[in-house]
């Protein structure tokens, strides 16, 4: 029986998954922007995002749930009319999930499942581990080939963070992680890590 892994306020986690089938779940520019316009509307006012990437058939996110007290409940976007007794996090991802597989089985006359199963996720518990998944993350697209430079890939969090535009990321306490912009590209540019994913993608 698979244990999951309970979500809880205050905690940083590794969240992933990957097309049922390992099938698609991006199959244009749309469906990318359409999956990160559905991430701000229903987990930004109850999470902070630190790194993302969506490739082809999987998606990586590295988060911290927000406590209760950090949340604004002006921001917070519910799934129905009426104000749920409490806030939690699972159904926030439960929802978002939800609402992005009935926008691809529409936009693409699909039907069924389209994520291999629950999204996944991993609890991170030091910083060490927490740095080497940043790199890890935009990573991936060099990992699966489809760049030979993390800063050609469009679909993740990297230009974000070396940039100056506005990002709903935590984009000062990532370069902070790893002292300043310089060392965080450093970092990028040298460091193969030999970190494994446990069901990697």
Not at 10 to 19: F, P, R, S, T
Not at 28 to 48: E, G, Q, T, V
Not at 104 to 116: M, V
Not at 123 to 140: G, R
Request: a positive charge; one cysteine or more.
């Amino acid at each position: 029986m698979q244990i999951i892994t309970p979500v809880i306020a205050g905690n940083y986690y590794h969240i992933y998954n990957k097309g049922n089938n390992s099938e698609n779940i991006f199959f244009d520019n749309d469906n990318y922007l359409h999956f990160l316009r559905l991430y701000s509307k229903y987990i930004n006012p109850i999470a902070d995002t630190f790194a993302w990437c969506l490739l082809k058939n999987h998606f990586h996110i590295i988060l911290r749930i927000k406590e209760y007290n950090e949340i604004i409940e002006d921001n917070f976007q519910y799934s129905t009319v009426e104000k749920p007794k409490a806030i939690e996090a699972s159904k926030q991802f439960s929802h978002f999930f939800n609402a992005y597989t009935q926008y691809i089985n529409k936009k693409h006359n699909r039907t069924g499942r389209l994520f291999q199963s629950r999204f996944k996720r991993k609890h991170i518990d030091s910083e060490s581990y927490l740095k080497n998944l940043i790199f890890y993350v935009h990573n991936n697209p060099v990992h699966h080939g489809f760049c030979k430079d993390i800063s050609n890939y469009r679909w993740s969090s990297y230009g974000s963070i070396i940039s100056n535009k506005k990002t709903n990321l935590k984009r000062l306490e990532v370069i902070n992680l790893f002292g300043n912009i310089s060392d965080f590209i450093e970092y990028h540019e040298n460091n193969y890590s030999d970190l494994i994913i446990e069901n990697d993608f």
